[in-house]
């Protein structure tokens, strides 16, 4: 508790603490902010349900050659898993199977100095999707891509190969994001039966 001391005159006055607000009151005001934002549909990101066909999911990453998992299935897998999915082993144990295919990293150059050398790249991530149920299109193919621009160094090679990565990195996460957003979308638009 804090004392406010005032001075007038030529001696001081010791006032008591102001009032505060009831915490009633605040915790009314938050359970009021609350239902209405609950009222018009709102729900934090990541936090809405998901579509009753990707509870039970396979990711089937369709790739000629892989040495790792690719950012985009760790993403995913990561994303259905908070949102309560169960990410299955096999396509035998899930109800719906999420086909990833042609995924293609792409670096170009856009801009060169004056001595011919690339200060400027523009990196482009593209992922083919669908979702698949009992082996029939549950949501048709689409292609999503993601590209960024970004300056490069000469003087700092490392640092440059390794923000390069980070954002490789970063946009395939991205992607993940874009499919899940677009496969929510269409299966509610199937509505229920989907």
């Known amino acids: 508790m804090s004392v406010i001391l005032k001075e007038r005159g030529w001696g001081k006055t010791i006032l008591p603490p102001a009032p505060s607000p009831q915490p009633t009151a605040h915790l009314s005001v938050v359970v009021l902010l609350a239902s209405l934002l609950s009222g018009c549909g709102f729900h934090l990101a990541g936090s809405r349900p998901l579509p009753e066909p990707m509870n039970a999911v396979y990711i089937d990453v369709v790739q000629p050659y892989q040495v790792s998992q690719p950012p985009v299935e760790a993403a995913l897998r990561s994303r259905l898993a908070r949102r309560g999915a169960s990410v299955k082993g096999s396509a035998g144990e899930a109800r719906t199977v999420l086909r990833l295919s042609e995924l293609k990293e792409e670096r170009e150059?856009?801009?060169?100095?004056?001595?011919?050398?690339?200060?400027?790249?523009?990196?482009?991530?593209?992922?083919?999707?669908?979702?698949?149920?009992?082996?029939?299109?549950?949501?048709?193919?689409?292609?999503?891509?993601?590209?960024?621009?970004?300056?490069?160094?000469?003087?700092?090679?490392?640092?440059?190969?390794?923000?390069?990565?980070?954002?490789?990195?970063?946009?395939?996460?991205e992607l993940a994001e874009l499919i899940m957003l677009r496969l929510e979308s269409e299966l509610r638009r199937l509505g229920p039966s989907g």
Do not use: H
């Open 109 to 173: 150059v856009l801009s060169v100095d004056s001595f011919g050398k690339a200060v400027e790249y523009q990196l482009t991530v593209t992922v083919k999707y669908e979702l698949l149920a009992g082996g029939q299109g549950l949501v048709p193919p689409g292609l999503l891509s993601v590209s960024r621009d970004y300056t490069f160094n000469a003087q700092q090679v490392l640092a440059k190969e390794a923000e390069e990565k980070r954002l490789r990195a970063f946009m395939q996460d």
